[in-house]
């Protein structure tokens, strides 16, 4: 029997599950302040974060051990440029840029890639496992917070090829404990998982400056009066 790995990334990423859950950006979407220019940031920063860790999902297909968890089913690359066409115009491309947050975490998997491919399952772990549990909460405030019509702009929560979420998140885990690694690979792993979260807040903390901006503008409308975007039912924007 292998080492129980998905029960060690469970416990031992609780508290960074915690601290990510409690930063200012997620916490504020949580309680429906979504502001659309900050929003598309981060499904920018995405993006980026996806298309690296695809692309090693790809590269190390016949790996040993990576090579078990390629499941394209979970590919969110392509759901990810349909939501920036969305939101940028069939001209995204070039309107997105890749900030530091989203720099440092590509250059992790990137460097991961080439030099310790075994710890890129700590993050496959912390990214498609989140979005599998925590999708559908996210995706019903994103779509009431901006306004958003027909299922536009959130087609990175949509797992069309998945029928039922539980059993293809168990179906992973399991992947995950028939690993033919010891104790100590394990707890790397768990280590680089925390690594993980920490860029994921790094992304969220980025975002940060933008929302205070516009929940500043909200309560300065509110304060003298003026009708706010919010009240007439539109989506906040800090433009
Ligand atoms: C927006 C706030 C968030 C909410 C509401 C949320 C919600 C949830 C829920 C309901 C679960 C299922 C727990 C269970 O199976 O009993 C879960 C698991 C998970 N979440 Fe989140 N989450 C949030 C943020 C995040 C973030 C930012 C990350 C990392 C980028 C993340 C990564 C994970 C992972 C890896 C799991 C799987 C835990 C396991 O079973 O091993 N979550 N989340």
Redesign the pocket.
Do not use: C, P, W
């Given at each position: 029997m292998g080492v129980q790995l998905?029960?060690m990334?469970?416990e031992g990423?609780?508290k960074?599950?915690t601290m990510?859950?409690n930063?200012g950006f997620?916490?504020c979407?949580?309680k429906g302040t979504v502001e659309k220019n900050s929003y598309r940031k981060l499904v920018s920063s995405l993006y980026f974060v996806y298309s690296a860790m695809e692309e090693a999902i790809e590269e190390h297909r016949n790996h040993s051990l990576v090579g078990k968890f390629y499941y394209p089913q979970l590919f969110r690359k392509s759901s990810l440029e349909r939501d920036l066409s969305y939101y940028f115009g069939p001209n995204w491309r070039n309107e997105i840029e890749m900030s530091p947050a989203a720099t440092a975490y590509v250059d992790r998997i990137r460097r991961l890639s080439q030099q310790n491919p075994t710890m890129l399952i700590a993050h496959f772990?912390?990214?498609?496992?989140?979005?599998?549990?925590?999708g559908q909460?996210?995706k019903n405030i994103a779509v009431k917070a901006m306004g958003l019509n027909d299922g536009q702009g959130v087609a990175f929560y949509a797992f069309d090829a998945i029928p039922d979420e539980?059993v293809f998140?168990n179906e992973y885990?399991e992947t995950m404990n028939q690993l033919p690694i010891d104790q100590a690979t394990a707890q790397a792993i768990v280590d680089e998982?925390n690594d993980?979260?920490r860029k994921?807040?790094d992304l969220?903390k980025e975002l940060e400056g933008n929302l205070i901006l516009a929940i500043g503008k909200l309560l300065f409308n509110s304060l003298v009066g003026r009708q706010s975007k919010a009240a007439q039912g539109q989506p906040i924007s800090a433009e």
């Open positions: 998905a029960q990334l469970r990423t609780k960074s599950h990510a859950e930063t997620v916490a979407f949580l772990y912390t990214r498609y496992l989140g979005d599998l549990s925590g909460i996210l539980k998140k885990r998982a993980a979260f994921n807040m969220f």
